[in-house]
């Protein structure tokens, strides 16, 4: 298995723009959690969905930030318009039932300028 | 919430000595204790990780130790090497599946 998939690597846009950042679970897992990165910070959890359906959002910042999960293979976190604090890296992360042993993706490194 | 801290936020050792790492927690529901480590540039990787119903788990030259009573858990690294090197996290899941990590310990381990 690849494990789990995050596109882009990096992104660079300007505040105002929409950003979406993409991950494609590890196939079998159940559950996906979004991670927010930052020195300040640390490791914030954004949301996690279990089997597609969104359990917890509480670590959303605020209505510009949404995520979705289609199908068992992949989900987006979208950042609509983005801003410079929104400068992070996201990871996404994947398990195969709840919190135990979660698998990271790679991040994106997101610049909001 | 669950709310994790962990200290020390950095550690230096010189190779070949221990290194060790403590977490407390808040929630007494959290149940599942794991460790992980980011190298620079890199992802978090799981490590080891701990439940509730034990005290005391090993891996090699790695071992975590938890204490519900006084809501604390640590992560003992022996026989430190350079490649050691890196930022680890602590985490507790409050009970409900869900991840809450530690600030972080940057460890330095010097040859």
């Known amino acids: 298995d690849a494990g789990v998939i995050q596109s882009p690597r990096h992104e660079v846009t300007e505040m105002g723009q929409e950003v979406t950042l993409r991950c494609k679970p590890i196939s079998g897992h159940n559950s996906l959690f979004w991670y927010r990165q930052t020195m300040m910070r640390g490791l914030e959890l954004l949301i996690y969905f279990n089997n597609n359906v969104p359990i917890d959002d509480s670590g959303m910042p605020e209505d510009r930030f949404s995520a979705k999960m289609p199908n068992a293979s992949f989900s987006t976190l979208k950042i609509q318009p983005s801003e410079p604090r929104d400068s992070a890296v996201y990871f996404c992360a994947s398990s195969l039932g709840g919190g135990e042993k979660l698998f990271f993706g790679s991040g994106t490194q997101l610049s909001v300028l | 919430g669950e709310n994790v801290e962990q200290h020390p936020s950095t550690l230096s050792v010189q190779e070949g000595d221990s290194a060790v790492i403590k977490c407390t927690y808040s929630d007494s529901a959290s149940n599942y204790f794991p460790w992980y480590k980011q190298e620079l540039g890199k992802r978090p990787q799981l490590i080891i990780d701990i439940r509730s119903n034990v005290g005391e788990k090993k891996d090699q030259r790695i071992a975590v130790t938890l204490n519900k009573t006084a809501k604390h858990f640590s992560l003992h690294i022996t026989e430190t090497q350079p490649e050691d090197s890196a930022v680890y996290f602590c985490?507790?899941?409050?009970?409900?599946?869900?991840?809450?990590f530690g600030a972080g310990t940057r460890l330095a381990v010097h040859p």
């Open positions: 985490a507790g899941d409050g009970g409900y599946n869900k991840l809450i």
